[in-house]
Every structure is written in structure tokens, then in C-alpha cells.
């Protein structure tokens, strides 16, 4: 008998999602709000394969613009802007990664 591979997933109320201001982490795929100004932010990425995309999202949770797409890990760190508060950025990495906004991250907030 063959295996069928099967996904399960639901759907979160918006509020039930992490907000940020200065720095997230995480693990693989999220859905997060910053309530931050605009600024200049710093993602990493150590996973050894798979590549980093950083999406801002509309108000349906639609990708409305790419921010960040690194083919590669990015362990270094890579700078994508993000947009005045609030805003819904989907972060899809495999494996763990870390955000950071402002002086600790080599984001630096950004004046209107």
C-alpha cells in the first residue's frame, strides 16, 4: 500500500499573530505584524539549504510586494526595508531565522 502524504492546516485569527517592533525569531513559515515605523531591517538565515522571501502583505494577507528573495541561506544577513506601521510581512525560510530592526540589527529606522 502506497503512503499519501497529507497536509494539515487552519486558519489563526489575526490577532492571534506575533507582533514585533524590533526583533522576531522563528522557525520555517510565519505570518507577523510590525508595529514599528518605517525603517531598515536585517534578516538572517542559517539553515544550510532553501532560500529566504520576506512578502509584504495587503489587508487580505495577499502577497502585495517581495521585500527580500535570497535563493540561499543567508547567514550574514540580508537588509529589506520595511513599511510604516502596521504591516503584515510573511516570512517563508527553511529553518530558523531571526529579524531585526534599528541599531542591533544594521537596520536603521528610516525618516519619512
Known sequence: MDRIPFWETWLE???GCREFSTSISG????????TGGRATARITHGG??????????????HAA????????????GASL????????PGVRCD????????????GQ????
Open 109 to 112: 529606522p528610516v525618516s519619512a
Open 65 to 76: 510586494q517581495r521585500l527580500l528573495h535570497a535563493h540561499r541561506p543567508v547567514p550574514g
Open 13 to 15: 485569527p489575526v490577532r
Open 27 to 34: 522557525d520555517g513559515w510565519d505570518v507577523i505584524r510590525y
Open 95 to 106: 529553518g530558523a531565522w531571526t529579524l531585526v530592526v534599528g541599531p542591533d540589527g544594521a
Open 48 to 61: 544550510r539549504k532553501g532560500e529566504s522571501v520576506v512578502d509584504r502583505l495587503d489587508h487580505r494577507f
Open 81 to 88: 526595508p520595511l513599511p510604516p506601521k502596521p504591516a503584515w
